[in-house]
């Protein structure tokens, strides 16, 4: 059985939508079978560790974009198992999630970065979700992706599956 794990931090709820939603797609193309083909596993930033990461076939790595850098957490996680799984996942896919207010581009670039150093290969372009949120009140309110964004990270996942499922990564 192959294994996609969901890595992911939130503070208002967007990106927890984006790699909950991921889930879905992906356990839903993976199939009823007991076991099934595919297990899915979405583990927030600060649960997991090297040990996951290496027992994974594929990633989603989900964060916010907070003061134009990943979030703090999700660094937190790349910075305890960067060197501990470092040349052991040559090759395996991924993807990359980013929760924005507005902009999103750093948090993408030093994931899309980690990710070259780690020699994973882009099973799909990163993806960033704008919140439009500006003003503080904005950014400090709790966060409802829309369907059609919500849809396009189901289908991600959903790929994600059934590539592994096939042995197509
Ligand atoms: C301290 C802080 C800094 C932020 N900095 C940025 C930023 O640099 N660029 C941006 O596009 N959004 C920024 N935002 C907005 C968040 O990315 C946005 O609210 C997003 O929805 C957060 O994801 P979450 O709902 O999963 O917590 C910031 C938010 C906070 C709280």
Same mark, same amino acid.
């Given at each position: 059985m192959k294994t996609l794990l969901i890595v992911y931090h939130t503070m208002t709820g967007g990106t927890a939508q984006m790699a909950q939603a991921t889930a879905a797609g992906a356990r839903a193309a993976a199939g009823a079978g007991d076991p099934p083909a595919v297990q899915v596993r979405c583990l927030r930033a600060g649960e997991a560790g090297p040990e996951d990461v290496l027992a994974a076939d594929a990633y989603v790595f989900a964060t916010p974009e907070n003061l134009a850098s990943m979030a703090g957490l999700m660094k937190d996680f790349f910075d305890r198992c960067y060197y501990p799984v470092l040349d052991r996942l040559n090759g395996r896919p991924y993807a990359a999630l980013v929760c924005a207010g507005s902009d999103g581009q750093q948090a993408l670039r030093q994931i899309e *970065?980690?990710? !070259?150093?780690?020699? @994973? /290969?882009? +099973? +799909? $372009? =990163? *993806?960033?979700?704008?919140? *439009? +949120?500006? !003003? $503080?009140?904005?950014?400090?309110? $709790?966060?409802?992706?829309?369907?059609? /964004?919500?849809?396009?990270?189901?289908?991600? =996942?959903? %790929?994600? +599956?059934? =590539? @592994? %499922? @096939?042995?197509?990564?």
């Open positions: *970065r980690i990710a !070259t150093g780690w020699r @994973l /290969q882009a +099973a +799909a $372009p =990163g *993806r960033i979700i704008c919140t *439009r +949120a500006q !003003t $503080p009140e904005d950014i400090l309110r $709790p966060k409802i992706i829309e369907p059609a /964004q919500l849809q396009a990270c189901e289908e991600l =996942g959903a %790929a994600l +599956a059934e =590539g @592994l %499922a @096939l042995g197509i990564f």
